[in-house]
């Protein structure tokens, strides 16, 4: 079962986590909050310059992009898989830290 291998991003990094989501909770429905706060961690992804972070199996699409921002500072951006007939994004596939925080030792949990 994937969810007894893949912890959720809010218990690795439960500092960032809350704080996307309180700038998202200003910004968009609840619902959206609590998906975002249900997020799996598969590991870093070393494919971006920023410290990104896998909310979904590698491979997955992500062509479109959203930025989360406080006080109109990006702080984050949220990489997500988009429907190809509807154009509404499906998936939030990645997550890549921009306010420069320590994100300490990244763990794997695929390892």
């Known amino acids: ?3 007894d291998r893949h912890p959720r991003l809010a218990d690795v990094f439960p500092d960032l986590v809350s704080d996307i989501a309180q700038a998202l909770s200003v ?3 609840d619902s959206f909050v609590e998906t975002f706060k249900d997020l799996l961690f598969y590991g870093p992804c070393s494919d971006h310059g920023s410290p990104c972070l896998m909310t979904a199996p590698p491979g997955t699409p992500c062509p479109a992009i959203t930025y989360v921002e406080v006080d109109d500072e990006p702080i984050a951006m949220l990489r997500l898989d988009v429907d190809d007939d509807s154009g509404v994004a499906t998936a939030i596939t990645h997550v ?3 306010d420069g925080r320590d994100l ?3 763990p794997d949990p695929a390892n």
Do not use: S
Request: hydrophobic residues 40%; aromatic residues 0%; charged residues 35%.
């Open 1 to 3: 079962m994937i969810a």
């Open 27 to 29: 910004e968009g429905p």
């Open 96 to 98: 890549e830290v921009l």
């Open 104 to 106: 300490g030792d990244r």
